[in-house]
T-cell receptor
Framework: QQQVKQSPQSLIVQKGGISIINCAYE??????FPWYQQFPGKGPALLIA?????SEKKEGRFTISFNKSAKQFSLHIMDSQPGDSATYFC??????????????FGSGTRLSIRP | AAGVIQSPRHLIKEKRETATLKCYPI?????VYWYQQGPGQDPQFLIS???????DKGSIPDRFSAQQFSDYHSELNMSSLELGDSALYFC?????????????FGPGTRLTVT
């Protein structure tokens, strides 16, 4: 059972447009929600992260919106660029005090930005 | 800034052989995690170590074992390799304590079993 559900599986956006990726989670004990960007053959790179007591976090063109009551969060990429073409994973981390707090990944979204 | 180092980057083995993957965490990071990513899949947690002790265990086959050494580097040992073990293996490291504890991933080792 996927503890973090991600959609869509793939997304095509025109250059300059807004890319939106959605995630939902089940475990209310998760305490940290990162987004990772992964290029083919490379390791996931931490892009931006949010804690559940914050409703929005913005870093440059990347914004996370977090809805704690709905147990949903999303990534918005403004002014999408061809260099943003990659696979994006939302994730959740098990809470502090629970051993080493593994990261649980969503299934990934393959984003393609058309020039 | 220093990143997580993994070696080798590519490894080709035959069925039933053994393989050892190495991970060198970011300096001052005390926790190491191993993940397996199959083609088109999301990374799946295998095992983690904190201060040289196993701290959490995920979907790691019994044929695999791992350990963390006194210098905090970690090795993932894989025996009786199967075709299905072909995947990207990522190591991540973090510094325990505080809210941050972000996990930073290495470039991965691509294991191909033939």
């Amino acid at each position: 059972q996927q503890q973090v559900k991600q959609s869509p599986q793939s997304l095509i956006v025109q250059k300059g447009g807004i890319s939106i990726i959605n995630c939902a989670y089940e475990n209310t004990a998760f305490d940290y929600f990162p987004w990772y960007q992964q290029f083919p053959g490379k390791g996931p790179a931490l892009l931006i992260a949010i804690r559940p007591d914050v409703s929005e976090k913005k870093e440059g063109r990347f914004t996370i919106s977090f809805n704690k009551s709905a147990k949903q969060f999303s990534l918005h990429i403004m002014d999408s660029q061809p260099g943003d073409s990659a696979t994006y994973f939302c994730a959740a981390r098990s809470p502090p005090g629970s051993s080493a707090s593994k990261i649980i990944f969503g299934s990934g979204t393959r984003l393609s930005i058309r020039p | 800034a220093a990143g997580v180092i993994q070696s080798p980057r590519h490894l080709i083995k035959e069925k039933r052989e053994t393989a050892t993957l190495k991970c060198y965490p970011i300096p001052r990071h005390d926790t190491v995690y191993w993940y397996q990513q199959g083609p088109g899949q999301d990374p799946q947690f295998l095992i983690s170590f904190y201060e040289k002790m196993q701290s959490d265990k995920g979907s790691i086959p019994d044929r695999f074992s791992a350990q963390q050494f006194s210098d905090y580097h970690s090795e993932l040992n894989m025996s009786s390799l199967e075709l299905g073990d072909s995947a990207l293996y990522f190591c991540a490291s973090s510094q325990r304590g505080g809210w941050g504890r972000e996990q930073y991933f290495g470039p991965g080792t691509r294991l191909t079993v033939t």
